[in-house]
């Protein structure tokens, strides 16, 4: 039951940070995200990989204060909006506790817990497919990573140092994401130099 | 023999720590560095084909698991080969382009993770590598930080970084089903794992590593980043990246740990169809030199893939010599396309022209590369391609032989483009003061020139010495397990 919770504070947490208008808001949530990992890892008894993840975590909400948030524009609100949103948020909830209850209900054994991860990691990239801010497609690919790490700890792998590759690839991403919004801008759609 | 596994890996995680500090002694100190390091590995994959025979199983196992097959040698070989050319190359070439330390230090990081990969042993093993050789190929093609690299940077990292969590989480179900990493354990283990965790896994495998390789309908990161990285460095990643850390990746996973089942032959065929009609069709639109190479690479995969997804001993063949001819054309390619850039100042042949009076040396050997890319006789390529094409009419299926002789038609009429527009003809007269480029950059381009001629000449011994115990390796699918565990230890 702990871990459903757990898992569904994170998936809400994942799908907030693609969502809320500031990006503030989204570094707090991936670190949400982070956090809940490390302990995820930690009550399956891997410490190595926790205290990895929880200095990843770390480490990644600094970069993303150094890097990616100085490119961030001020929060604006049109008139009305906010209760649109709270629907969604609303139909959000209820859509990942629906989600989470499925799984737990229908996976054989613990393979629930697989299950959870999975959503996790499809709830980071949500945020990839969908996002059109740069940051916020950034922020996805983190969470994406997080949700393997949780994922290889349930696996059984207790002494892993994967939560390092997966600092590496964030940081290094969000050098390279801040140098491009200082060129083109944050918008996804408008950057189109090059053409695939 | 099993010691020289580890140091493969560790002799450029050496290079990549010293480059720096020796750079800052002497630049050319540096380059000897780099060109030693690579020159010892391209000398310890030669010796992995003596004494013992070619297909001979080698393991190292000690806090990691390394493991040498037929298939392994073979990639070792084509990896080691380019990256000393390149290596070559860039000691002339990165003159120009500055920060010459750091381009070493990644060089060296990257090519220490396609090792890793190819002789990963281990599932972790394969996965750590993969990440160090990814973000050193992200850092190097946003190499310079120009706004075209870095936007081609963004686009190949979040491309990459997606398929490395598919593969993560696939690795993470593997273990769930067999207890382990160890690729050999799991082999054949996997032989009595739920066939529903099978499916999910393969599935994620495919798709992550499918997109590492380029495969249709996720190619599109791929002209960008070979376009928009220096020369040397989209050498590496059209010649030797996304084989090791894409096609090799499926083909040992595919094959020897999962078996290779008839759904994911047909659709390894499919994609590999698809792939090389998109990459041929969008190939021969390009006016940029090194975008339409990027899109003939991703043609030349579908190739590949075409081949191994066909599973007969032909198809493998002709698919893994494919895949090894295409390490040494297309480095040879770009290359010759990096020394015309740097020559003239652009890429575009619209805005080139009669360059091949001022450049013999690039241009004889880009001909030579062209003429194997398409299939003409007696270049490699057209030997790779014929087999291909054999083990698909063999197998009965007509049409796929029809989609392999179109793209083959397609790439010779895009590489006739390059000839005429940017090599024959007029010379231009913003091009006159133009001149060959230096001799360490031609003297690369002309080794593999010779290379695509020689091999094409001696293709009997080539498929006998070093195709064959690939092939071997493939064919032995889940046996692979009991190979590595009854394996010199």
Request: proline share 4%; hydrophobic share 55%; with cysteine.
């Amino acid at each position: 039951m702990l871990t459903i919770a757990l898992f569904a504070i994170m998936i809400l947490a994942a799908v907030y940070a693609a969502e809320t208008r500031e990006f503030r808001n989204s570094i707090y949530a991936v670190a949400l995200v982070g956090v809940g990992v490390a302990i995820f890892q930690l009550a399956e008894g891997a410490p190595v990989p926790a205290a990895l993840q929880l200095i990843a975590a770390f480490v990644v909400t600094y970069a993303f204060n150094r890097t990616l948030l100085p490119k961030s524009s001020p929060r604006e609100y049109a008139e009305g909006e906010m209760i649109s949103r709270l629907v969604s948020l609303l139909f959000i909830v209820l859509s990942v506790v629906l989600a989470c209850g499925i799984a737990a209900a229908v996976a054989p054994m613990n393979y629930y817990r697989y299950l959870l991860s999975l959503l996790l990691v499809l709830a980071g990239i949500y945020a990839v497919a969908f996002k059109k801010d740069i940051k916020k497609i950034v922020a996805g690919i983190v969470i994406a990573g997080y949700a393997g790490e949780a994922l290889l700890v349930l696996a059984g792998e207790k002494q892993g140092i994967t939560p390092l590759a997966g600092l590496a690839a964030a940081v290094l991403l969000s050098f390279i994401a801040s140098r491009l919004i200082d060129r083109l801008g944050a918008d996804i759609t408008k950057i189109r130099e090059l053409r695939g | 023999m099993k010691y020289l596994l580890p140091l493969l890996i560790a002799l450029p995680l050496l290079g990549a720590a010293l480059a720096p500090l020796f750079c800052r002694i002497n630049r050319r100190s540096a380059d000897i560095l780099i060109l030693l390091v690579t020159l010892f590995s391209a000398a310890i994959a030669v010796s992995f084909y003596w004494p013992g025979p070619a297909n001979e199983a080698i393991v190292f196992h000690s806090r990691i698991t390394l493991a040498l097959d037929g298939l392994s040698r073979l990639l070792v070989l084509a990896a080691s080969g380019v990256a000393f050319f390149v290596a070559v190359y860039s000691t002339a070439y990165m003159e120009k382009h500055g920060s010459k330390d750091l381009f070493y230090s990644l060089f060296m990081l990257m090519l220490a993770g396609i090792y890793g990969v190819i002789l990963a042993g281990d599932l972790m093993v394969m996965y750590i590598s993969l990440e160090v050789a990814a973000l050193s190929a992200y850092a190097l093609v946003a190499f310079g930080f120009e706004t075209q690299k870095l936007e081609a940077s963004f686009k190949y990292f979040i491309m990459g970084e997606a398929a490395s969590a598919l593969i993560l989480v696939a690795i993470g179900l593997v273990r769930a089903a067999t207890g382990t990493f160890d690729m050999a354990e799991v082999s054949l283990r996997l032989q009595l794992a739920a066939p529903y965790i099978k499916a999910v896994s393969v599935g994620l495998f495919l798709t992550g590593f499918g997109m590492k390789a380029a495969l249709f309908p996720f190619h599109a990161w791929l002209p960008d980043a070979h376009t928009a990285a220096p020369s040397p460095v989209s050498a590496m990643l059209s010649g030797v990246i996304i084989k090791s850390l894409g096609v090799y990746a499926i083909v040992r996973i595919a094959f020897n740990l999962f078996g290779f089942s008839s759904t994911c032959a047909a659709i390894v065929v499919t994609l590999g169809a698809l792939t090389i009609l998109v990459g041929g069709f969008m190939g021969i639109g390009q006016w940029d030199i090194k975008r339409l190479m990027a899109f003939s690479s991703v043609s030349q995969v579908g190739y590949i893939a075409l081949g191994l997804g066909l599973a007969t001993p032909l198809g493998v063949m002709g698919g893994l010599y494919h895949l090894f001819n295409h390490a040494i054309m297309k480095s040879l390619l770009f290359l010759g396309a990096g020394s015309v850039e740097q020559a003239t100042g652009t890429r575009r042949m619209d805005e080139l022209g009669g360059v091949s009076g001022k450049m013999p040396a690039t241009w004889l050997s880009t001909l030579a590369g062209s003429l194997a890319i398409s299939g003409v006789p007696p270049f490699n390529g057209f030997w790779s391609k014929l087999f291909i094409i054999m083990a698909c009419v063999q197998t009965g299926r007509l049409w796929l032989a029809l989609v392999a002789v179109i793209g083959s038609v397609l790439t010779m009429a895009a590489f006739l483009k390059v000839q005429r527009h940017a090599f024959m003809g007029q010379l231009k007269e913003s091009l006159s003061g133009i001149k060959e480029a230096p001799l360490a950059m031609t003297i690369p381009l002309l080794s593999l020139a010779l290379a695509c001629l020689l091999i094409g000449l001696l293709s009997p011994f080539v498929v006998s010495g070093l195709i064959n115990p690939a092939v071997a390796a493939v064919a032995a699918g889940p046996e692979y397990g009991r190979i590595m565990i009854g394996g010199i230890r």
